[in-house]
């Protein structure tokens, strides 16, 4: 028997009311967006008129910088590599000093909750201070150069990395660890046998992951002095040697763009 | 009579006696149950949902603490014992799960190597590196549960019964003298079901103490030796296959889920 051939019966429905309580909310809810960009607006000084001056300046600059300085090539060729190695130190120490952490940060793992919620702290601590900051902190510490870079990488590194990790630990069914716990196994056997292959490869993801961000950070961190290509950067910038700085600039695109696709290539091949 | 080489004497492998167990809410999920369950038998647990099957195999593998009564295994009661010797009891015991629990990304061989963790050095189990004879011994369960083929297929390549077999060989691998299958046939269709009780009842035949929790009257009166009904928490019977009058059973689920669709303002 078809469905509209059943003998018709009216359902009854929730009644509809016009100024419910969730309309009211959604309006408050737009008001506060509202007022939220009016007053960032504002805050943020946005002047377009500036900028409509401004442009014409840059364009003149743009004009300078061309052809591109070729004379000292080897020597910023010498800086990108150093940006990359410090990146990928920087990254490697984080990963290290990782490991062990994100399995007190993960709830179904760790061995105990007073060991989680300082974990948790203490990551969220590292994760708070931008690698920029830590590595202002160290230049003054440990002296200007690429050094100071890694520390600051490491560090901010640290904590975001050992916090996804443990959110993909966290993300594992549990049948697996349990049925290997159910054979008598100790614990460190049974994150080792029935985590690990689980796990690994959504680590390296997150680890390349961070490697490929930390190349992009660390262009930055020359300007706080603490090496790589973007001390050449800032000492063009105040110099106003427009077509050196064009070469780093196109140096800096080439190199994060085939840092991009390797890292991307390899954590797809990770699949 | 067991492979192990334990005496096959008085004393049941497995001895649960008056055993009660009631969760802070209120509700008593076993009351007074008692049974034991001797070397080579294969015992089916029927009952409805909330019936407290899964209770009882919480507390057969030390997971759930009764508030009183004992549960025996090999004559110790593991209700009493700690952590340390607790995990050492638990050798003796294999499970087995409804989702089969495997890990996903290793092969067939390793995961039925998972078996044998508790007594597998720890550098071994680090560096994924198993002695020759470790390894045999993995593809000889495998063989067991007629899965030599798929050795080296990973876990999440497997069909459902395929994934349960090799539960049951990681079982076979820690020769276990008692296995406890929650459910096993749950997620699978009618013949990998079948395939799986088959399995499980060669096990049996090997002398292993089988306990297996099923819905379906019709499996349990299949393959068990033995079949043992739970309903509200309470022994309902305990009787040999031949003795046991599945009309009644059917009866009995029947009638509950009638009242547990009342009970749901149906």
């Known amino acids: 028997m078809a469905l509209g051939s059943t003998p018709v019966r009216e359902y009854a429905e929730p009644a509809t009311v016009w100024l419910s309580r969730a309309r009211a909310r959604t309006a408050l809810v737009v008001v506060a967006v ?49 940006t990359v190695a410090m990146a990928a130190i920087g990254t490697t120490a984080a990963a290290l000093l990782a490991l062990p952490v994100c399995v007190l940060a993960a709830r179904n793992v760790t061995p105990s909750m007073t060991l989680y919620y300082p974990t948790r702290w203490f990551l969220n601590a590292l994760r708070g201070i931008d690698s920029f900051v830590f590595a202002l902190l160290f230049v003054a510490a440990v002296g200007l150069g690429p050094f100071a870079g890694v520390l600051g990488i490491a560090l901010h590194t640290w904590g975001s990395t050992a916090k996804l990790w443990a959110e993909a630990i966290e993300n594992v069914p549990p049948g697996a660890l349990e049925a290997a716990a159910a054979t008598g196994a100790s614990r460190v056997k049974v994150l080792a046998f029935a985590l690990v292959p689980d796990v690994a490869p959504a680590m390296v993801s997150v680890a390349l992951f961070w490697w ?60 | 009579m067991n492979s192990r080489g334990h005496p096959a004497g ?41 019936a407290g099957k899964t209770t009882l195999f919480r507390c057969l593998t030390g997971l759930t603490r009764p508030d009183s009564g004992s549960v025996e295994i090999h004559g110790r009661d593991i209700c009493r014992l700690g952590s340390r010797d607790l995990r050492s009891a638990r050798r003796e015991v294999a499970m087995i799960f409804q989702q089969f629990n495997l890990i996903r990304r290793l092969t067939a061989s390793q995961n039925v190597l998972a078996g044998r963790l508790a007594v597998l050095p720890t550098w071994r189990v680090l560096a994924r590196s198993f002695a ?45 003298t008692v296995v406890l299958a ?52 309470r022994l309902l019977e305990d009787a040999p296959r031949g003795a046991f009058d599945a009309r009644a059973l059917e009866q009995i ?10 009970a749901a303002g149906g």
């Open chain 2, 253 to 262: 689920y029947e009638r509950s889920d009638a009242r547990a669709v009342e």
């Open chain 2, 132 to 176: 020759r004879d470790d390894r045999q011994m993995a593809l000889r369960c495998l063989d067991t549960v007629g899965l030599l083929d798929k050795a080296y297929t990973r876990a999440d390549q497997l069909s459902g019964g395929q994934q349960q077999r090799v539960a049951i060989a990681r079982a076979l691998a820690q020769e276990a």
């Open chain 2, 10 to 50: 008085p004393a049941p492998l497995v001895r649960v006696d008056a055993v009660t167990k009631t969760y802070p809410a209120g509700v008593r999920a076993l009351s007074g149950v008692s049974f034991a369950v001797e070397p080579g038998e294969f015992v089916v647990l029927l009952g409805p949902s909330g």
């Open chain 1, 34 to 82: 509202v007022a939220f960009y009016v007053v960032s607006w504002h805050l943020a000084k946005v002047d377009l008129g500036r900028l409509a001056t401004g442009l014409p300046k840059m364009a003149s600059w743009a004009r300078k910088a061309w052809p591109p300085a070729t004379d000292e090539l080897p020597v910023l060729l010498l800086r990108a590599a150093e």
């Open chain 1, 212 to 271: 490929e961000f930390n190349v992009r950070a660390s262009t930055v961190l020359g300007v706080v002095g603490a090496g790589g290509i973007g001390q050449e950067l800032k000492n063009s910038m105040d110099l106003l040697l427009f077509p050196r700085l064009l070469t780093i600039i196109l140096i800096i695109l080439a190199m994060v763009t085939m840092i991009d696709y390797g890292s991307e290539w390899l954590r797809r091949r990770l699949e």
């Open chain 2, 182 to 233: 929650d459910e096993p046939v749950a997620s699978l269709d009618p013949e990998s079901a079948a395939t799986v009780l088959d399995t499980l009842r060669s096990v049996a035949a090997r002398g292993v103490a089988v306990i297996a929790s099923l819905h379906q009257v019709g499996l349990a009166t299949d393959y068990a030796d033995r079949i043992i009904a739970l309903r509200d928490g």
